[in-house]
């Protein structure tokens, strides 16, 4: 592909719902291709949908964009010079261009209803075929059309559609042919009057003066619709380019199901915007070499369509965790604690506030300062063990006064070998009682002793005292943890454990 001159592309989400995973890959690919080439990245809006658009959901759209980092030239609230940028107020501007369209003899009226079309499709799928209009309005006349108005009828205004070959050159997928006589004539205008997909963005795309379009494959079959309106109102076409669906790993395709799809999500489970950034750059694209962290800088000198793959990507969390882990561990605390509050004040003030993170940080809504202040208080220990933030939330929880919960591989770690552990756990906290307090380098002479005294070493040794200080058997160095808890917790927690294994005795003899 020749380098582009100062390309104008743009990103036209439809505010009917939040920022999927596959739009903000979109969008990232556009705002990519625009930075890289010194061009324009344009917001549209197309919220034609009346009955499930709103503000509201436009406005999370555009905070998820900006959280990603992913601004715009030109658009609803940036201004621009081919506004306005919302399409229900471009609405004359369809309607006197169908009824160019109309006057030419390259639209009709169609009357029939949904109930007759809905069986004429089911017709067309019976015999096998894909379903399509069938013409039946083509050649309507004058007092056919009064008898259907008589009715109450209200029409949409069909493209007459042309047969032949029309073929799509496409900048990912090559070129690609489509049988015009099997489209079949669609709708320009609904009967509603307002514009159908194919139609306004054929409009706006133009009137914008986009000159590369590059969108999820899923539309690559709107596309020879969209040629034949160019072509039938005497415009130039933009060039065209579809990037691969997003699938699960089970190669369905990516939804709800799957678990996070939304952006939204993703910043209240604690993910940071340039990991997600940069993970979803993969998906799709390949890098010339085999690189994988990215800066947004890196991405807009790294990134070009000729490097954008046909097969589908796979969305794998697991690889994204990681990655997330990675960008963390990378920030100074200060950062990390300032990712934290600002994730924490996204949930308070999101309007979908996903319930079970809500539960997670429950501990941190009624007093934000104060549980942020432990957060900063665990980081070091904390950080090397964590891929989200949110992750901060849960892991320094379980160590404030009062939380300590067993998991059932901690309480099987206490009791299986109880007598043993008791004696680990007896030596302990006499030891920890006659010391000042208790440092790291304390902490490790001490079980240095009971260890030798008790001939028992490695996971034996430091198992059961693992699970009783933190209720897991896994996590962060124990002499991060001791001196972090403090000579009272610590003690506190020792208790609750041989408490706990008494009662699980108890249990087991009664039973």
């Not at 490097?307 to 994204?320: G, M, Q, S, T, Y």
């Given at each position: 592909?020749l380098?582009?001159?100062k390309?104008?592309v743009?990103?036209?989400?439809?505010?009917?719902?939040?920022?999927?995973?596959?739009?903000?890959?979109?969008?990232?690919f556009?705002?990519?291709f625009?930075?890289k080439?010194?061009?324009?990245?344009?917001?549209?809006?197309e919220?034609?949908?009346?009955?499930?658009?709103?503000?509201?959901?436009?406005?999370v759209?555009?905070?998820?964009?900006?959280?990603?980092?992913?601004?715009?030239?030109?658009?609803?609230?940036?201004g621009?010079?081919?506004?306005?940028?919302?399409q229900?107020?471009?609405?004359?501007l369809?309607?006197?261009l169908?009824?160019?369209?109309?006057?030419?003899?390259l639209?009709y009226?169609?009357?029939?209803?949904?109930?007759?079309?809905?069986?004429?499709?089911?017709e067309?799928?019976?015999?096998?075929?894909?379903?399509?209009?069938d013409?039946?309005c083509?050649?309507?006349?004058?007092d056919?059309a009064?008898?259907?108005?008589?009715?109450?009828?209200?029409p949409?205004?069909?493209?007459?559609?042309?047969g032949?070959?029309?073929?799509v050159?496409?900048?990912?997928?090559?070129?690609?042919?489509?049988?015009?006589?099997l489209?079949?004539?669609?709708?320009?205008?609904?009967?509603?009057?307002?514009?159908?997909?194919?139609?306004?963005?054929?409009?706006d795309?133009?009137?914008?003066?986009?000159?590369h379009?590059?969108?999820?494959?899923?539309?690559l079959?709107?596309?020879?619709?969209?040629i034949?309106?160019?072509?039938?109102?005497?415009?130039?076409?933009?060039?065209?380019?579809?990037?691969s669906?997003?699938?699960?790993?089970?190669?369905s395709?990516?939804s709800?199901?799957?678990?996070?799809t939304?952006?939204?999500?993703?910043?209240?489970?604690?993910?940071l915007?340039?990991?997600?950034?940069?993970?979803?750059?993969l998906?799709?694209?390949?890098?010339?070499?085999?690189r994988?962290?990215?800066t947004?800088?890196?991405?807009?000198?790294?990134?070009?369509?000729?490097?954008?793959?046909r097969?589908p990507a796979?969305?794998?969390e697991k690889?994204?965790?990681?990655?997330?882990?990675?960008?963390?561990?990378?920030?100074?605390?200060?950062?990390?604690?300032e990712?934290?509050?600002e994730?924490?004040?996204?949930?308070?003030?999101?309007?979908?506030?996903?319930?079970?993170?809500?539960?997670?940080?429950a501990?941190f809504?009624?007093?934000?300062?104060?549980?942020?202040?432990?957060?900063?208080?665990?980081?070091?220990?904390?950080?090397?063990?964590?891929?989200?933030?949110?992750?901060?939330?849960?892991?320094?929880?379980?160590?404030?006064?009062?939380?300590?919960?067993?998991?059932?591989?901690?309480?099987?770690?206490?009791?299986?070998?109880?007598?043993?552990?008791?004696?680990?756990?007896?030596?302990?906290?006499?030891?920890?009682a006659?010391?000042?307090?208790?440092?790291?380098e304390?902490?490790?002479?001490?079980?240095?002793?009971?260890?030798?005294t008790?001939?028992?070493?490695?996971?034996?040794?430091?198992?059961?005292?693992?699970?009783?200080?933190t209720?897991?058997?896994?996590?962060?160095?124990?002499?991060?943890?001791?001196?972090?808890?403090?000579k009272?917790?610590?003690?506190?927690?020792?208790?609750?454990?041989?408490?706990?294994?008494?009662?699980?005795?108890?249990?087991?003899?009664?039973?």
């Amino acid at each position: 592909m020749l380098e582009p001159a100062k390309p104008r592309v743009r990103f036209a989400p439809s505010p009917t719902g939040s920022l999927h995973v596959g739009g903000a890959r979109t969008a990232l690919f556009n705002w990519l291709f625009a930075r890289k080439y010194g061009g324009r990245f344009v917001l549209r809006i197309e919220d034609t949908d009346l009955d499930r658009s709103s503000p509201e959901k436009e406005r999370v759209i555009t905070d998820d964009l900006r959280w990603l980092g992913l601004d715009w030239n030109e658009g609803p609230d940036a201004g621009g010079p081919h506004g306005p940028y919302r399409q229900t107020d471009r609405l004359d501007l369809y309607r006197r261009l169908a009824d160019r369209l109309k006057d030419s003899g390259l639209a009709y009226w169609c009357y029939c209803t949904p109930e007759e079309l809905e069986s004429r499709r089911n017709e067309f799928l019976a015999r096998g075929e894909n379903p399509r209009y069938d013409g039946r309005c083509r050649g309507l006349t004058q007092d056919q059309a009064h008898h259907f108005q008589r009715e109450g009828r209200r029409p949409a205004l069909r493209f007459r559609m042309q047969g032949g070959t029309i073929q799509v050159h496409d900048l990912v997928r090559g070129d690609v042919d489509f049988d015009g006589d099997l489209i079949g004539d669609f709708v320009l205008l609904k009967s509603d009057g307002t514009p159908s997909y194919n139609f306004a963005v054929v409009v706006d795309d133009h009137m914008m003066e986009i000159s590369h379009v590059i969108r999820g494959e899923e539309h690559l079959t709107n596309t020879p619709r969209q040629i034949a309106l160019y072509q039938a109102l005497g415009l130039a076409l933009p060039e065209f380019g579809h990037i691969s669906m997003i699938l699960a790993p089970d190669r369905s395709k990516l939804s709800k199901r799957h678990g996070t799809t939304a952006v939204g999500e993703y910043r209240e489970r604690g993910f940071l915007p340039e990991a997600l950034v940069n993970y979803i750059a993969l998906l799709g694209w390949a890098p010339s070499d085999d690189r994988e962290l990215f800066t947004l800088e890196e991405l807009i000198q790294a990134f070009s369509l000729d490097r954008v793959v046909r097969n589908p990507a796979i969305f794998d969390e697991k690889k994204l965790l990681w990655m997330n882990g990675h960008y963390i561990r990378t920030l100074d605390e200060g950062r990390v604690l300032e990712r934290f509050r600002e994730m924490a004040s996204f949930i308070q003030e999101s309007h979908k506030q996903a319930e079970a993170t809500k539960k997670r940080m429950a501990p941190f809504f009624d007093d934000l300062h104060k549980q942020a202040e432990a957060v900063k208080k665990w980081l070091p220990a904390l950080r090397e063990k964590i891929h989200t933030l949110s992750d901060l939330a849960t892991l320094s929880e379980r160590y404030l006064p009062g939380h300590l919960t067993f998991s059932p591989e901690a309480l099987q770690t206490l009791v299986e070998n109880r007598d043993v552990t008791a004696k680990i756990l007896h030596s302990l906290s006499d030891s920890i009682a006659g010391s000042p307090e208790t440092s790291g380098e304390g902490f490790k002479q001490i079980m240095k002793e009971i260890g030798k005294t008790l001939q028992i070493g490695g996971k034996a040794l430091y198992g059961p005292v693992r699970s009783a200080l933190t209720g897991e058997i896994h996590g962060p160095e124990l002499v991060q943890v001791v001196p972090l808890l403090g000579k009272d917790e610590a003690l506190s927690r020792i208790r609750t454990a041989l408490q706990k294994m008494t009662k699980q005795e108890e249990l087991s003899n009664g039973s």
